[in-house]
Nanobody, 120 residues
């Protein structure tokens, strides 16, 4: 099955930017219609912050609208998350995975994620 690996996280100051990458291996990214970026902040549950379909349907969590941009390049088997105007509350571990709508869908195994730390 497809394996996903996140990278690009780091330590930045408030207002800074990062670009995260999610590389799919052992399969085609195009086989996954809806891909999303999730994050898990300290002491909080994992939340979906952005999603994108093969057909360009994009959705963002209210907390990141206007600041984050999700994109995908199926030819490169990569999903990206451009994060601008970062805030301390954006701190967390960021993961990529499929979007789950019903019990017919299932997550791929979660990767280790990539840590994003935003200082004030």
């Amino acid at each position: 099955q497809v394996q996903l690996a996140e990278s690009g996280g780091g330590f930045v100051q408030s207002g800074g930017s990062l670009r995260l990458s999610c590389a799919a291996t052992h399969g085609s990214l195009s086989s996954i219609n809806f891909m999303g970026w999730y994050r898990r902040a300290p002491g909080q549950e994992r939340e979906l912050v952005a999603s994108i379909s093969n057909y360009g349907r994009i959705k963002y969590a209210d907390s990141v609208k206007g600041r984050f941009t999700i994109s995908r390049d199926n030819a490169k088997n990569t999903v990206y998350l451009q994060m601008n105007s970062l805030k301390p509350e954006d701190t967390g571990v960021y993961y990529c995975n499929t979007i789950i709508f019903t019990v017919e869908n299932s997550f791929l195994p979660w990767g280790q994620g990539t840590q994003v730390t935003v200082s004030s």
